[in-house]
Nanobody, 115 residues
Framework: QVQLVESGGGLVQAGGSLRLSCVAS????????MEWHRQAPGKQRELVAL???????NYQNSVKGRFTISRDNGKNTIYLQMNSLKPEDTAVYYC?????????WGQGTQVTVSS
């Protein structure tokens, strides 16, 4: 059974940092596309960052230069390092694993940035 479990969210002041983690069980992260998404209240879920099996990364324009996605193959975990956080980054953050036509989601972790 595939499970993705996020952690690391919390309340932080604007300008602060958080690091989110997504640990996988039942599947190997490193051979799949991994993504971080977020959903703010009243808004659609949006892609924030992705990392390919080869290690290539891509980011939503609004987080470029502030967020970094990375992967630790030994721990079967991906991370999202978030720096210079802004109130508009407030959302529930989800990790997603894409495998062919199948995808898996974690339960989400809340990030709240106060002004």
């Amino acid at each position: 059974q595939v499970q993705l479990v996020e952690s690391g969210g919390g309340l932080v002041q604007a300008g602060g940092s958080l690091r989110l983690s997504c640990v996988a069980s039942g599947i190997i992260l490193s051979i799949n596309f991994m993504e971080w998404h977020r959903q703010a209240p009243g808004k659609q879920r949006e892609l924030v960052a992705l990392i390919s099996p080869g290690g290539s990364t891509n980011y939503q324009n609004s987080v470029k230069g502030r967020f970094t996605i990375s992967r630790d193959n030994g721990k079967n975990t991906i991370y999202l390092q978030m720096n210079s956080l802004k109130p508009e980054d407030t959302a529930v953050y989800y990790c997603r694993l894409r495998r062919g036509v199948t995808d898996y989601w974690g339960q989400g972790t809340q990030v709240t940035v106060s002004s």
